[in-house]
C-alpha cells in the first residue's frame, strides 16, 4: 500500500481557507497569485455584521480585475494539482 504524502503547510493552509469561507479553486488560484496571505482572510470575510463588506469571493475577483484587467486566470488549477505539478518538478531535478 502506498502512503501518500502530505500537502506542504503552505498549500494545507490554502485548502484550510477554502473550506472555512466555501471558496471556489477559482478563487483560491486568483487569491494566491495577488499574493494574499491565507492567514489574514478572516478580517476581510464580511460576517454579516458589517453590511458595507463586500463577500470575500467578490472582494477578491474585483482586486484581481484590477491589477491583472481580466476576470479569471487562463487555466484554473486545484490545489492538488498544484501538488502534484510540485513533486514532478522536483522528480524531474533528480
Given amino acids: 500500500m502506498k502512503k501518500q504524502k502530505a ?3 503552505a498549500l494545507q493552509q ?3 481557507v477554502r473550506k472555512k469561507f466555501h471558496l471556489s479553486h477559482k478563487h483560491i488560484q486568483m487569491a494566491r497569485e495577488l499574493g494574499l496571505n491565507p492567514k489574514k482572510l478572516g478580517k476581510l470575510a ?3 455584521q458589517e453590511p458595507w463588506k463586500e463577500p470575500l469571493s467578490d472582494f477578491i ?7 491583472y484587467s481580466r476576470l479569471e486566470p487562463a487555466k484554473v ?7 502534484e505539478l510540485g513533486l514532478e518538478k522536483k522528480l524531474k531535478k533528480f
Avoid: G
Fill in 77 to 83: 488549477l486545484t490545489i492538488q494539482e498544484l501538488f
Fill in 14 to 16: 490554502w485548502a484550510d
Fill in 46 to 48: 464580511n460576517h454579516k
Fill in 61 to 67: 475577483q474585483t482586486l484581481y480585475l484590477k491589477r
Fill in 7 to 9: 500537502f506542504p503547510r
